[in-house]
């Protein structure tokens, strides 16, 4: 396959770009490159997009007419159709161009605008755009010159999208020319035939587990991408959730194996992965400041990968990064114990603004070490990190110190006692304090009106695991029915890297256009409910 010999050329050079323990010469483990699966895809309708208020983001895509009606008349400049596949993919799009009576004397130049969703189009593209945070260039517009008519053309670059839409901006004044086809080449490392839909699951269990099982197979190509319109590039904090929800459906355990490789060729100084990685031209690491919390997970990235997959002769490859993991996010810890506030690292979280990340970290790498010492242990290694469980212990006493609030009966962050509900869920998943205060404050903080909540489906899958691990199974499961269901509702074909229940135009960067809406770390209900079933979790109750 062309991206088996792709991944092999693009190894090669890693070795000038990557430090770390992969840094000197031979064959790289990220060699074994997942092959891409192709689907082609035809348009379903034309669709026309307009304002509509109670539509998500109040723009509406109806249908307009067949999409034959586009094909074989003849087409002058200013016409324009958009397309719709009936469903989100990841890929190429091929055009067939005919001539009508007499040979078209002029190139054909069209522009082509892609959408995941109708606002994209909806939305003055460039006027919306320039408020935001980040490249404009990161919309997905295109404009094509075709010379040769009759021809079939197919867009060299990639687009994530549901709908196309096509404009003629400038075609020979004689000479006439038509569409006579349109198609999408859609590409993925998934292989959908090792997908099982869950016995007897309710129609709205099954929607929600659909979606997710879209997000997963549209991020997932030669290695887990984030968001197959932006960012397109592999970031440890969305391939740990990728991963999960990909043991539970499609199980492609190369692209994960391939993945966590990357992230160890790419290893800063210290030896510790790179939290976010280039895949093209060459490996490497694409982010100046590292994550924190998402080197955190590297350890249990691992630990997960090799009892999903057995593979245990990448794990031991992989020990050393998970280890100088380890030692990295130990350097912003202070002698007590507790997470530093100024420790230089970027600690995300979660894209929402105003919440103290302290309670959180520390919750993150008392997780990582934790998982790291099992690792270790899963291993044979546990004496090179014997001290691991007493550092782990330490963080956690220090954390009942220091960030349990005892009169409100929650866990607060930083100097001002911030409450999230981040904090709770992740002091829940490491284990802080007692059952009691860490159900109670869970529960508490859900009623508290100026707790800080979750505003992307990354952060509401760690309240949903801090729920979990507290023993509220039922209301995690519920959550996960009303969060991501509520995306459904609103009409999703993949799962939204943001959404804010109550603000239909929150976006990270400042402009809807730049939000990606099929989006790695929101794939996870497919692992949820099939835990929930695994584990007999079927009450359904709600959490406000
Ligand atoms: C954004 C992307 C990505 C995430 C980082 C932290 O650029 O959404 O998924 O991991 O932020």
Redesign the pocket.
Known sequence: MIAKRYCKTIAAACGLLCLGTFATGGDRPSDACPALRERTLKPVALVKVERSEGAFQGWRASRSGTTGSAFGRPLVRGDEFIFDFGEHLVGYVKLELGDIDRPVDAPVRLDLSFAEVPSEIGEGREGAASLGTISPSWIQDETVTIDEVPSVFEVSRRFAFRYMRLRVRACSNGGRFSLRGVSARAVSSADLSAFRPIPSASPEDDAIDRVAAATLRDSMQTCLE??PKR?RRL?L??LRLQALANYATFRNYEVVRRSLFLLAECASSDGAPATAVFERPTPRSSNGRR?LDYTALFPATVLEYMRASGDTEAARRLWPTAKAACETVLSAVDETGLVRADNGFWN?IDWQDGFDRQASEQGAIVFGLDRAYELARALGREKEVAHLPGIAAKMRTRAVEALWDGSRGVWKSGRDGNVSWMSQAYMSICGAGTPEMRRGALERVTDMPDAVRPRTPYAYHYFVEGLWCAGMKSEALALVREYWGGMVKKGADTFW?CYDPSDDMASPYRSILLN?YC???SCTPSYWLRRAREEGVEKRTNVR
């Open positions: 984030d968001g960012d970031w904090g969305d994550i995300f890297e990606s989006h790695a770390w």
